[in-house]
């Protein structure tokens, strides 16, 4: 039978509302206000997980976001369920179903285990030293890696809940409703600044609220009493917006910070639908004050990790706040006072104490009297040497520090127990204030890292600024907030403060053990299994960075960053090179702060939302005909349209081959259109094409091509003249904006003496490109006034018109060497202008075509596509295209760059068309090209970059890039596949109609 | 993320800016007449600074005008904004 460990009513549990729940498949009660710990806990349950590495059992370690060990699966084998959950930190609720990660079969045995045992060849860099030789075994350890290690289960359906993102500005943001956090947002929002007080807990007061010691007393209160009316005042006031459950994940420059809110995983599951979840909170604050606290140290000794063993600060919470007491035989272990306000606590409330175990050999103050006056055992100047007991803790042996602190002496004493609370000071919570960029100094007289100096306009303040005690707490908040915040009054000036507190302390690091030091384990990373062994370790082997050693032992690097073994991990490394602990500096706490679930990161942008996409005016067109879809850049474009179950190779032949027999008619309109206008226009088209545009008629088209600085090839498109000061450009689709960019970039800072206006006006025309030899009967019957006659309407150039009322562009331009027409309207008239070609075309068996064709048809005329055959290493010269580079011009984007040594090579890569020996056969786009096999290693010569089976050849074609592909037509090279070679014959990449008969047929 | 003063718009968050290196490297008049060591020097080297650094930005999702601005890159603190063609208010 489970005890009950209830000890006294607590006034944050509510007693009359039982809550059930599930762990490990057996059902427990708790009370409302319960975390699943504190149930746990009060259920006498310690051993919730085992270790990352060695699986040793673990128990609950802590009471809050620090906690290494009690990490649970929440709802296994659901859509809700969620892996690496702190059962510190989740409240229960009816239904709650929880259990253990990491061990496999069951907590209670761990196959696992056997590491334990196994330890001493499990040190640092094992898994760098073993796994990684002989690399053939990799697939052999891994099976057995993911089995038995893990950190919990991802789910394998759709997330059911619904997560948002909110902006919030405010004049204050104070992070964290601590006592220095409620009072400092009292102050802010009194003086008429808006204030936002985030609180990750779900209540407020952090731990002064369950404070009713006679030994803390702010005027003449206890000082929970006295926080508690505060808190009960700012509830009231209009300009502070207080958040609880909400966690902040990330502080940014400029005091830009992340935070997650939770609004409903504290309640039962059936009351959670349709409500949103989370919510991630996008926070600019003018001034930020960060009151996060600071998290108890625990202390580094033999077989220190225990089920049993807690920090004290962690067994003082339990009992004052839950009212439960973690053992019924306990020891506290410290060198510090903090210990002993545990033991006041435990006291007043009826929980035995066995012993308090205190490094320090004299110790005096009032809170330490108390203990000795309630008969509490104090062993000074000692040390815990070792511990017992397999799933929980059941004795400790002891001995006598020596007076540096290095060994230990006497003789030992064994005292047994069932809980453990360890106390080796507090560190400071500085993650977030080192997140925004600020820097720490390290204080020597009591070994903590505090914030130095500000980034930004913010300010830490309490325990995270390294005022631990409850007199300089308040005795600098008042002074600190009139500064920061600029005001003359904060209201409390004249607090009367009394403690009981001595800030003596002996910090010892490693604590010295009987055993030789590679006898003992140690914990300082207790969920990652690093022990001050394996630093030390670290070391040996010539490690230094702080940073190295970290990533080497893998210590501080679990999902809880190491929150509690990071000094120590630098304290050990301190003592060992002898460096001062000030100048090793810290590792780098990196967001988040506490794990984010990725429903909160995405927010609403899931499903169809979660990138969205750009649509054609004909896009209902072409989803009604059941076209396959390609996605080009944000936008869908129809990739082929197969008919009655055709299979893709299917389809585009047949596109193909109409395309060039009858009639084809694509969808253009994703090209991208940037309209130039200006005196310049043409003087800025010389600048940005490499071939000449001034004497460009009007009326006429133009096929450019566009070089970044460096000659690579960057776009290409057509450019019409509409008007002598008006052109029309088109772009690839991926290039639109990029090109307007670059363009507007050189007007605006290289030529802004250059009259020249750019607007993009892509989504405004829809543009529709019918070809084939019945291209021109179509058109002539979707726009009779239009005469298309060649010598009115000849390839390569442009008329304004009419269809109907609807005015229109028409260019006689082709993309793929057929007879071709492309008719621009304003876009809203796409669909309608596209079912009318259809219409018109259907005696000529007219066939729309998708991008598939488009390649295939472009390929057989030897014509590149920007970002297929290119990628941006290939100059003009490179491609086959020296017709397009201008000799003339002085200067164009990229010309001096063709006359580098580099790019004259004559043995570049260049543009070659590849034929197969066998005509059947279709190469593999990417596949390698070589000339030689004997020679060792295989020197590759290129690539493929396009290749298609052609239907209008009747045999298979590609294009590729080949080592001086230029001076090798005729000769045979080979494409080296996985079980076979093909033999291939370097052509001329213009396959089809070299002479461009077909552009006027 | 910072927060960048643009010159035409006022403050505005960094996402809706693109960096565009550093500033006054202007194109050279006649690169016909540079050798290739002053071609390269133009086209690929560029300081890339840890401390005060000019740089040129341009306001992508607002009046997409090119500016230039003084910045920090140990800690991104932006000293100066600037227009195109204006010399740095401060050194
Ligand atoms: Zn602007």
């Known amino acids: 039978m489970t005890k009950n460990l209830r000890v006294k009513t607590s006034k944050f549990i509510d007693e009359t509302y039982k809550v059930s729940f599930k762990f490990n498949g057996k059902t427990y009660y708790g009370f409302k206000g319960d975390t699943l710990a504190s149930a746990l806990l009060a259920n006498d349950i310690h051993l919730v997980a085992r270790s990352f590495k060695y699986h040793r059992p673990r128990g609950i370690m802590t009471a809050g976001s620090e906690e290494p060990n009690a990490i649970v699966q929440l709802h296994k084998n659901t859509s809700r369920t969620e892996p690496n959950v702190r059962a510190t930190e989740i409240e229960i609720y009816d239904g709650l179903e929880a259990s253990s990660q990491n061990c496999w079969p069951s907590v209670n045995f761990d196959i696992g285990g056997i590491n334990n045992f196994l330890s001493p060849v499990l040190p640092a860099g094992f898994y760098y030293k073993t796994f990684m030789w002989p690399a053939s075994f990799w697939e052999k350890y891994e099976y057995f890696i993911r089995k038995s290690a893990g950190l919990g289960k991802s789910p394998s359906t759709p997330d059911p809940d ?380 010539g490690f230094r960075s702080i940073e190295h050693v970290k990533r080497y032992t893998t210590t501080g690097m679990g999902t809880d960053q190491g929150k509690l073994g990071n000094m120590h991990a630098l304290g050990i490394i301190s003592e060992i090179s002898g460096s001062k602990m000030g100048e090793l500096g810290t590792t780098t706490f990196r967001p988040p702060y506490t794990p984010l679930t990725f429903g909160t990161i995405v927010g609403r942008n899931v499903g169809e939302y979660f990138d969205v996409y750009r649509k054609t005016p004909m896009h209902d067109w072409h989803v009604k005909n059941k076209a396959k879809f390609e996605n080009v850049g944000q936008w869908k474009r129809a990739w082929y349209y197969p008919k009655n179950n055709e299979s893709m190779h299917d389809a585009v032949q047949r596109e193909s081959k109409a395309a060039r027999d009858s009639a084809g008619i694509l969808d253009a309109s994703t090209l991208g259109k940037i309209d130039i206008q200006g005196t310049d226009a043409s003087e800025f088209l010389n600048r940005v094409y490499t071939n000449a545009w001034s004497k460009l008629d009007i009326g006429k088209c133009r096929y450019g091509l566009m070089l970044n600085e460096d000659g690579m090839v960057y776009d290409d498109g057509v450019t019409t003249r509409l008007n002598e000061n008006h052109y029309i450009m088109t772009t690839t689709t991926g290039g639109a904006a990029t090109v307007l960019g670059k363009l507007e970039d050189y007007l605006q800072t290289e030529w802004p003496e250059l009259d020249v206006y750019l607007t993009s006006v892509t989504d405004h025309y829809a543009t529709i490109s019918v070809c084939g030899p019945k291209s021109k009967k179509i058109i002539s019957q979707v726009i009779p006034n239009l005469d298309l006659s060649d010598d009115n309407f000849p390839h390569m150039s442009f008329k304004d018109t009419k269809i109907n009322e609807i005015k229109c562009r028409v260019m006689r331009i082709s993309f793929t060497g057929e007879q071709s027409y492309e008719i621009n309207v304003q876009a809203n008239y796409g669909k309608s202008v596209w079912e009318k070609c259809m219409k018109a075309g259907k005696e000529f068996n007219i066939t729309p075509y998708g991008t598939e064709t488009m390649h295939l048809l472009r390929a057989e005329k030897g014509f590149i596509i920007v970002g297929q055959d290119t990628d941006a290493t290939m100059t003009p010269i490179d491609l086959q295209m020296n017709w397009i580079v201008s000799k003339k011009k002085y200067d164009f984007i990229g010309k001096r760059s063709l006359y580098r040594s580099d790019t004259m090579r004559d043995d570049r890569k260049q543009l070659v068309g590849l034929l197969t020996e066998n005509p059947d056969e279709i190469l593999e786009e990417g596949a390698q090209i070589v000339a030689n096999f004997n020679k060792s290693p295989v020197e590759m010569l290129g690539h493929v970059t396009s290749s298609y089976y052609s239907p209008n050849l009747k045999k298979s074609i590609a294009l590729g890039f080949v080592r001086g592909g230029k001076n090798m037509m005729g000769q045979k090279l080979i494409i080296p596949m996985e079980n076979k070679k093909i033999n291939v014959t370097v052509a001329d990449p213009v396959f089809l109609d070299k002479e461009n008969k077909r552009l006027n047929a | 993320m910072f927060i960048i003063h643009c010159p035409y718009c006022g403050e505005r968050e960094q996402s809706e800016f693109k960096a565009g290196g550093e500033a006054h490297i202007s194109r050279p008049k006649q690169p016909s007449e540079l050798s290739d060591d002053q071609w390269a020097e133009y086209l690929f080297m560029r300081k890339n600074i840890k401390g005060v650094q000019y740089e040129r930005w341009v306001h992508t999702h607002g009046c997409r005008k090119w500016f230039n601005i003084i910045r920090d890159t140990s800690n991104d603190q932006i000293q100066a904004v600037y227009k195109m063609g204006e010399k740095p208010p401060i050194k």
Request: with cysteine; net charge positive; hydrophobic share 35%.
């Open chain 1, 162 to 541: 619904i997560y948002e993102h909110r902006y919030i500005h405010c004049d204050v943001l104070i992070i964290g409703a601590g006592i220095s956090g409620v009072m400092a947002a009292k102050v802010a929002a009194k003086n008429g600044f808006k204030t936002l007080l985030i609180e990750e807990k779900n209540y407020l007061g952090g731990e002064t609220i369950y404070q009713d010691s006679e030994h803390f007393k702010i005027n003449n209160q206890t000082s929970g009493s006295w926080l508690d009316k505060e808190i009960n005042e700012i509830k009231k006031i209009k300009n502070l917006e207080i958040k609880t459950r909400t966690s902040v994940a990330a502080f940014h420059g400029y005091n830009f910070l992340l935070a997650r809110e939770n609004l409903t995983d504290h309640l039962p599951i059936e009351q959670r639908n349709g409500k949103t979840r989370q919510r991630l909170l996008k926070i600019r604050a003018k001034k930020v004050i960060t009151a996060t606290g600071s998290l108890e140290r625990p202390l580094i000794f033999d077989n220190n990790d225990r089920p049993g063993i807690l920090l004290s600060s962690a067994i003082n919470k339990y009992a004052s706040l839950f009212g439960v007491a973690c053992g019924e035989k306990n020891i506290l272990f410290t060198n510090n006072d903090s210990a002993y306000e545990t033991a006041a606590n435990l006291f007043k409330k009826g929980i035995s104490i066995e012993a308090i175990i205190d490094n320090r050999e004299e110790i005096d103050s009032k809170l330490i009297k108390e203990s000795e006056k309630n008969n509490i055992k104090i062993y000074k100047g000692y040390t815990i040497v070792d511990t017992y007991g397999y799933k929980r803790i059941n004795k400790i042996s002891i001995m006598q520090l020596s007076k540096d602190g290095q060994k230990v002496v006497g003789s030992k004493i064994l005292i047994p127990c069932d809980c453990l609370g360890i106390s080796g000071g507090w560190t400071p919570s500085v993650h977030l204030f080192t997140q925004s960029g600020g820097k720490l100094k390290f204080r020597d007289n009591d070994q903590v890292f505090i914030p130095n100096t500000y980034p930004s306009d913010q300010i830490s303040i309490g325990s995270c600024n390294g005022d631990f005690t409850l007199d300089e707490i308040l005795s600098n908040i008042s002074k600190t907030l009139k500064e920061f915040l600029g005001i003359n009054k904060t209201g409390y000036e004249n607090l009367e403060v009394q403690t009981s507190f001595n800030k003596s302390k002996r910090n010892i690091w490693l604590l010295p053990s009987d055993k030789i030091v590679g006898k003992t384990k140690s914990f300082v990373d207790f969920q990652n299994d690093a022990t001050a062994k394996d630093i030390k370790l670290a070391l040996r082997e």
